[in-house]
Nanobody, 115 residues
């Protein structure tokens, strides 16, 4: 079955950086777009970024200029490099694959930006 496992979250000071990873299994990773979403406590889950099978990328306005999404198909892994983090980036971050009309999600990784 499809499994997505996020990692790389943690506590970071404002202005700091983190790199999140999303390891996929049970799927032909290279042919699917990968998305990152985030959900702050008490709020809805919001789109952050996406990378297509061909490497094309798209970002939410909140992520443009600070976050970079990438993928390594040989490792079945997607990444989200986050720089210049702000307290409002505090959230659980989830990766997502849409396959056959079904959304697959990992369990998320928590990012806390605080001094």
């Amino acid at each position: 079955q499809v499994q997505l496992v996020e990692s790389g979250g943690g506590l970071v000071q404002p202005g700091g950086s983190l790199r999140l990873c999303c390891a996929a299994s049970g799927i032909t990773f290279s042919i699917y777009a990968i998305c990152w979403y985030r959900q702050a406590p008490g709020k809805q889950r919001d789109y952050v970024a996406a990378i297509g099978s061909g490497g094309d990328t798209n970002y939410a306005d909140s992520a443009k200029g600070r976050f970079t999404i990438s993928r390594d198909n040989a490792k079945n892994t997607a990444y989200l490099q986050m720089n210049n983090l702000k307290p409002e980036d505090t959230a659980s971050y989830y990766c997502n694959i849409l396959r056959g009309g079904i959304n697959y999600w990992g369990k998320g990784t928590l990012v806390t930006v605080s001094s």
